[in-house]
């Protein structure tokens, strides 16, 4: 039974019979606040990473013309290399973008940090639209250098904010919209990017200024939407501001375990926030980060950026033809969409560590697969068919685990004092991963031809080691109990400092003690 609008929408998690009082609800309110954190973010991220692939042959004939007219003519070489650096430098801008997390989530707070961010998204984004009327290629390089910037906070402000205003029975599952605002504009962007419809020499343009739009809606929303708890509570010191985010964020009035739960979390982190050298100095951070950063680089150099960036080129090295790969690779992002839709409630049942196995491992058969079939593809026809099926098995695989899991999980292996810079860290790492497959693969699919995808399928074999060695389960844990099973792999909770923490937390309210055993 779903609750009333003002209730909230009840999980498919709650127990049957089970008590109304300790009935699981999902309060509109809620629902509000990371739909309009989303808007803003995973869709100018999803959007922006896909609207370059359809129209690309109109778009570097734009850029070919433009810089004929004032420069002269550009050789094949010097075309391919300035339509290289348009895609990459999307990217760049990210790597930049991943830097100022820690400063801008700190400084401006989650939300408030998503709302400035989204001048970046009017100023690149407006570029990027009027670089068409301008006959100016150099504002196309100009504004995706700059929607890259707002990208790159995104893709750490936007799991920040979630993780930190979901409960903990459901920030999995919630963390999950993160990635599904990502896949579902992915797809938007291909669906407006066919010919037939914005991906064509009249109207690209307007088709690269859509990000606009998703900024119009989150400035619309995100003010009325609360600033996260945990961040007023134990970084603004504003108990009343908590509980009064609380207060909409939740359907009871009672947070004193949630608020417990926080305090327990303020004994036991540092006075101060920590920075990128106390990574270095304390084996108890440096081991969550180390994870977090393979679990990103899991993510990118998994070959995802490759069928995401070139999916039409592989297509067409598969045999298919142009209209034929345009359509397929609109297959993909479908995939993708109905993929994360699905690890929704699995998230919660199965958990983020065996779902990035399952995930990690079948990408690495299918890459495996696709590289064997695009071999034989010139010698039986039904190879061709092979390869396109194990494309799009490939990136089932992905959305069920590395799609979603390591946004999700960098935010859970750190408490709030050190969470934004090892968030910012993470983050940096996935884009400048982004920048070397986005630049690496076509070079390196030109000298070794169909075997590309091998190396792509050792390094998830590696990845798929790492995780099932080194990744512990995050589900249902409290950010603190996280924290402390790293303190305790490390023998830093057995310290002296620790256990005068520990006592002071265990004389603590009836609810603290509850939320950290």
């Given at each position: 039974?779903?609750?009333?609008?003002?209730?909230?929408?009840?999980?498919?998690?709650?127990?049957?019979?089970?008590?109304?009082?300790?009935?699981?609800?999902v309060?509109?309110?809620?629902?509000?606040?990371?739909?309009?954190?989303?808007?803003?973010?995973?869709f100018?991220?999803?959007?922006?990473?896909?609207?370059?692939?359809?129209?690309?042959?109109?778009?570097?004939?734009?850029?070919?013309?433009?810089?004929?007219?004032?420069?002269?003519?550009?050789?094949?070489?010097?075309?391919?290399?300035?339509?290289?650096?348009?895609?990459?430098?999307?990217?760049?801008?990210?790597?930049?973008?991943?830097?100022l997390?820690?400063?801008?989530s700190?400084?401006?707070?989650?939300?408030?940090?998503?709302?400035?961010?989204?001048?970046?998204?009017?100023?690149?984004?407006?570029?990027?639209?009027?670089?068409?009327?301008?006959?100016?290629?150099?504002?196309?390089?100009?504004?995706?250098?700059?929607?890259?910037?707002?990208?790159?906070?995104?893709?750490?402000?936007?799991?920040?904010?979630?993780?930190?205003?979901?409960?903990?029975?459901?920030?999995?599952?919630?963390?999950?919209?993160?990635?599904?605002?990502?896949?579902?504009?992915?797809?938007?962007?291909?669906?407006?990017?066919?010919?037939?419809?914005?991906?064509?020499?009249?109207?690209?343009?307007?088709?690269?200024?859509?990000?606009?739009?998703?900024?119009?809606?989150?400035?619309?929303?995100?003010?009325?939407?609360?600033?996260s708890?945990?961040?007023?509570?134990?970084?603004?010191?504003?108990?009343?501001?908590?509980?009064?985010?609380?207060?909409?964020?939740?359907?009871?009035?009672?947070?004193?375990?949630?608020?417990?739960?926080?305090?327990?979390?303020?004994?036991?982190?540092?006075?101060?926030?920590?920075?990128?050298?106390?990574?270095?100095?304390?084996?108890?951070?440096?081991?969550?980060?180390?994870?977090?950063?393979?679990?990103?680089?899991?993510?990118?150099?998994?070959?995802?950026?490759?069928?995401?960036?070139?999916?039409?080129?592989?297509?067409?090295?598969?045999?298919?033809?142009?209209?034929d790969?345009?359509?397929?690779?609109?297959?993909?992002?479908?995939?993708?969409?109905?993929m994360?839709?699905?690890?929704?409630?699995?998230?919660?049942?199965?958990?983020?560590?065996?779902?990035?196995?399952?995930?990690?491992?079948?990408?690495?058969?299918?890459?495996?697969?696709?590289?064997?079939?695009?071999?034989?593809?010139?010698?039986?026809?039904?190879?061709?068919?092979?390869?396109?099926?194990?494309?799009?098995?490939?990136?089932?695989?992905?959305?069920?685990?590395?799609?979603?899991?390591?946004?999700?999980?960098?935010?859970?292996l750190?408490?709030?004092?050190?969470?934004?810079?090892?968030?910012?860290?993470?983050t940096?790492?996935n884009?400048?991963?982004?920048?070397?497959?986005?630049?690496?693969?076509?070079?390196?699919?030109?000298?070794?031809?169909?075997?590309?995808?091998?190396?792509?399928?050792?390094?998830?074999?590696?990845?798929?080691?790492?995780?099932?060695?080194?990744?512990?389960?995050?589900?249902?844990?409290?950010f603190?109990?996280?924290?402390?099973?790293?303190?305790?792999?490390?023998?830093?909770?057995s310290?002296?400092?620790?256990?005068?923490?520990?006592?002071?937390?265990?004389?603590?309210?009836?609810?603290?003690?509850?939320?950290?055993?």
């Amino acid at each position: 039974m779903y609750g009333t609008m003002e209730d909230g929408l009840e999980t498919p998690f709650t127990a049957p019979n089970q008590p109304p009082k300790q009935s699981r609800k999902v309060p509109c309110r809620l629902i509000f606040a990371i739909a309009a954190a989303v808007v803003g973010s995973s869709f100018q991220f999803g959007f922006n990473t896909g609207v370059i692939n359809s129209p690309g042959p109109v778009i570097q004939v734009f850029i070919n013309e433009t810089f004929s007219e004032r420069y002269g003519l550009l050789t094949s070489l010097a075309l391919n290399s300035l339509w290289a650096f348009t895609v990459a430098v999307f990217a760049v801008g990210g790597m930049i973008g991943g830097l100022l997390i820690d400063f801008w989530s700190n400084r401006f707070g989650r939300r408030n940090g998503m709302l400035m961010n989204n001048v970046f998204a009017v100023v690149g984004g407006g570029l990027m639209g009027i670089s068409q009327p301008a006959r100016s290629f150099e504002c196309l390089i100009v504004g995706r250098f700059i929607i890259g910037i707002q990208c790159g906070l995104s893709t750490g402000l936007c799991p920040l904010y979630v993780s930190e205003v979901a409960p903990k029975e459901l920030r999995g599952s919630l963390g999950v919209v993160n990635q599904l605002g990502v896949t579902a504009t992915l797809l938007l962007s291909q669906i407006l990017g066919l010919p037939d419809v914005l991906g064509n020499d009249r109207l690209w343009g307007v088709l690269l200024a859509v990000p606009v739009l998703f900024a119009v809606v989150q400035l619309a929303s995100l003010p009325f939407c609360p600033e996260s708890p945990r961040f007023l509570l134990l970084d603004r010191n504003d108990a009343v501001g908590a509980e009064e985010a609380l207060n909409v964020l939740r359907t009871t009035t009672d947070h004193s375990a949630e608020i417990g739960e926080m305090r327990a979390e303020q004994q036991s982190q540092p006075l101060v926030r920590t920075k990128l050298i106390h990574f270095v100095q304390k084996r108890s951070l440096l081991q969550p980060l180390a994870i977090a950063v393979v679990l990103q680089l899991s993510q990118q150099l998994s070959g995802i950026n490759a069928v995401f960036y070139y999916s039409t080129d592989i297509l067409k090295a598969a045999g298919l033809g142009l209209k034929d790969a345009s359509y397929v690779t609109l297959g993909v992002g479908v995939i993708m969409v109905l993929m994360t839709l699905v690890s929704v409630p699995l998230m919660e049942r199965s958990g983020r560590r065996l779902l990035h196995l399952i995930g990690l491992g079948g990408m690495a058969v299918q890459a495996t697969l696709l590289a064997i079939m695009l071999h034989l593809k010139d010698e039986h026809q039904w190879a061709s068919y092979v390869s396109v099926a194990a494309m799009l098995v490939f990136v089932v695989f992905f959305a069920i685990g590395p799609g979603s899991i390591p946004w999700l999980i960098v935010a859970e292996l750190f408490s709030q004092s050190s969470r934004s810079t090892a968030v910012s860290v993470a983050t940096t790492v996935n884009w400048a991963a982004n920048v070397v497959v986005g630049q690496g693969y076509p070079p390196l699919a030109n000298l070794i031809g169909n075997y590309s995808f091998v190396i792509f399928a050792i390094l998830l074999v590696g990845f798929w080691t790492f995780t099932y060695f080194f990744v512990p389960e995050t589900k249902n844990k409290t950010f603190d109990e996280i924290a402390r099973l790293f303190r305790k792999k490390t023998g830093e909770d057995s310290s002296p400092e620790m256990r005068e923490k520990t006592a002071i937390i265990s004389n603590g309210s009836e609810a603290t003690i509850r939320t950290t055993l």
